[in-house]
């Protein structure tokens, strides 16, 4: 394990498989996004194995000044728990703040209520606002299309700027809310799926020619694909990031498991 430099800005993947099939079967591991940032720590979207995860790759749960989630999904959110429990050293060391959707922390949450008490604080996300903590600022721009309350992030911190498209259908103005210089994609499907009338049929996701519709909109420097459903995983995510690269003639990236991005490369692009 490579030492971390303490003044490096990265964004390490704990986990890089997305939807059902793929999170139950952990083909692919899950556990959201560790931002590192200015001195600021992160975790975005504890999905299951968010702890183990962390703690193989040596990151500090109690150096975390907050845990965001996108939506209440379990392949986002099942973690939230014993995250907060491991911010905050089992509540001996109260701090850090919980920042969900309403429908994650009001009528069903996700959070039990003894490790809130642990916690500085719940912020509740809402269309169009901006947040901030630490070194680290934030806007959810605009609620996406998904089965539940969702919200994708721009980041503004170390001097760049990144969003992280979370899960949504696509719907146009999607891309009109995300700039940056790097975008994080959630790509669940390989191809787009029309609306289906079985509930149980997933179809609220990004797709590979979605990700590169909006890789060629918004032109960032770098765009890493992500959250892979089991259809792009099996089309090896790799060779789509790459022939995504040489047609959009973007810098395209398929995040792998354990993957540590520092945005310092994005200067030299
Ligand atoms: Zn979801």
């Excluded at 890089?16 to 001195?39: P, V, Y």
């Excluded at 029309?194 to 990700?211: C, E, K, R, Y």
Aim: net charge negative; hydrophobic share 40%; proline share 6%.
């Amino acid at each position: 394990m490579e030492d971390k430099n303490p003044s490096s800005n990265t964004i390490t993947f704990l986990g890089t498989g997305g939807a059902r099939f793929m999170i139950i079967s952990q083909l692919l591991a899950s556990g959201g996004l560790w931002l590192d940032l200015n001195g600021t720590e992160v975790l975005l979207d504890p999905g299951p194995g968010s702890i183990v995860q962390a703690t193989k790759r040596k990151l500090k749960p109690e150096k975390l000044s907050a845990i965001i989630l996108s939506h209440r999904h379990l392949d986002h959110a099942a973690d939230v728990n014993i995250m907060a429990e491991a911010m905050t050293q089992g509540g001996f060391n109260q701090h850090g703040w919980l920042f969900a959707p309403a429908d994650a922390v009001e009528t069903e949450p996700v959070i039990f209520s003894y490790l809130k008490n642990y916690l500085e604080g719940i912020e509740v996300l809402k269309e169009g606002k901006s947040y901030s903590i630490g070194n680290i600022s934030f806007t959810t721009p605009v609620r996406h299309i998904h089965p539940v309350e969702t919200y994708g992030m721009l980041f503004t911190a170390a001097g760049h700027t990144f969003s992280y498209i979370a899960d949504s259908r696509y719907f146009d103005g999607l891309c009109q809310h995300y700039g940056g210089e790097l975008l994080i994609i959630n790509t669940v499907f390989l191809e787009s799926r029309p609306p289906a009338d079985n509930p149980l049929t997933p179809t609220d996701h990004l797709s590979v020619p979605d990700a590169e519709h909006i890789i060629r909109e918004l032109k960032p420097k770098v765009a890493i694909l992500s959250h892979f459903g089991m259809s792009v995983w099996r089309a090896k995510p790799w060779e789509i990031a790459e022939r995504l690269s040489q047609q959009t003639g973007i810098k395209v990236i398929a995040a792998r498991d354990g993957m540590r991005f520092d945005l310092a490369r994005l200067d030299s692009i």
